[in-house]
């Protein structure tokens, strides 16, 4: 069975940051191209950042500069630390694990932003 674990969601002060982690469980994980992707109320699903098994973090364009994505292949973990976070960043923020076919998400955290 896929889990795709999220963590450390949470209210925090316009400029503050926050480190969201995300564990994996029943996949090959060093296989897998793994992302953060977000959804603000009324809005789509986007993109934050993802990397693939061996490659270099790509961002969106709202993420660069302030987002920096790690992985742990050891840990079966992806990191998202989010600095100088800003009211628009308010969303529930999901994982997503892709391999050729097989896409899985997990459950969503929730990030808000405020004051």
């Known amino acids: 069975q896929v889990q795709l674990v999220e963590s450390g969601g949470g209210l925090v002060q316009p400029g503050g940051s926050l480190r969201l982690s995300c564990a994996a469980s029943?996949?090959?994980?060093?296989?897998?191209?793994m992302g953060w992707y977000r959804q603000a109320p009324g809005k789509q699903r986007e993109l934050v950042a993802v990397?693939?098994?061996?490659?270099?973090?790509e961002y969106a364009d709202s993420a660069k500069g302030r987002f920096t994505l790690s992985r742990d292949n050891a840990k079966n973990t992806v990191y998202l630390q989010m600095n100088s976070l800003k009211p628009e960043d308010t969303a529930v923020y999901y994982c997503?694990?892709?391999?050729?076919?097989?896409?899985?998400w997990g459950q969503g955290t929730q990030v808000t932003v405020s004051s």
């Open positions: 029943g996949i090959i994980f060093r296989l897998y191209t």
């Open positions: 990397i693939s098994s061996g490659g270099s973090p």
């Open positions: 997503n694990a892709k391999f050729v076919s097989r896409v899985y």
